[in-house]
């Protein structure tokens, strides 16, 4: 994936405070700051648009973005954290973290499931999934998009841990290997259907 890239302008100290800031998001910018270690603060300016397409995108959330400054200057960031208008939920305010493409960060990874439980399929269980995000430890450029469990094997009562997850040298999961990502769990109608299996199996002449 691409890293997208945000148009940002540097802010003026004369050019900061609320009204300064509502004048920038009746244009279509919201201020927003960029730090990181060893970084100075920046106030910036950036498009509305671009950062709130990207979160709308929780693949695209956790991926490395190129901010890029009206002085040609680029700097690889994440989105660290945003803030609403609590009355119009709008986007008024985005911080970003500048990091060193050479060093391990921690973020956190969305999971997916994959695929259809045979405990579900089958028996008519539940499936629930336990861990939506991973913590990882990586670097900037090595962030997945997602990490991916496939479920199919499941049957009524298996789980999936963090132990089960393919390996991956590059990217390191900081859960312990017994936790529960998602399990199947028995329903009323999972365990009508076992008993019914089970009474017809029975039931069955035997040769």
């Given at each position: 994936m691409a890293n997208t890239v945000?148009?940002?302008k540097r802010r003026m100290r004369w050019d900061l405070g609320k009204n300064a800031s509502r004048r920038l998001r009746v244009k279509g910018w919201i201020p927003a700051i960029v730090y990181g270690k060893g970084v100075d603060p920046l106030s910036l300016m950036v498009e509305t648009v671009t950062v709130d397409r990207i979160l709308h995108d929780s693949a695209a959330r956790a991926q490395l973005c190129v901010l890029q400054t009206d002085d040609k200057n680029q700097r690889e960031v994440l989105i660290r954290d945003y803030q609403l208008d609590?009355?119009?939920?709008?986007?008024?305010?985005?911080?970003?973290l500048q990091v060193d493409p050479t060093k391990q960060i921690q973020v956190k990874v969305n999971v997916e499931l994959t695929g259809l439980p045979i405990g579900v399929k089958t028996f008519g269980g539940l499936l629930t999934q336990l861990v939506r995000h991973l913590p990882v430890e990586c670097l900037p450029s090595d962030i997945p998009?997602?990490?991916q469990v496939d479920v199919t094997h499941l049957n009524l009562g298996d789980s999936v841990k963090v132990k089960d997850l393919p390996s991956n040298p590059k990217v390191k999961v900081l859960l312990e290997p017994e936790i529960n990502l998602a399990h199947v769990e028995s329903t009323r109608a999972a365990v009508s259907k076992t008993t019914e299996e089970e009474t017809a199996a029975a039931a069955a002449p035997k040769e």
């Open positions: 945000i148009e940002a609590p009355i119009r939920s709008e986007l008024i305010h985005v911080d970003f998009a997602a990490i």
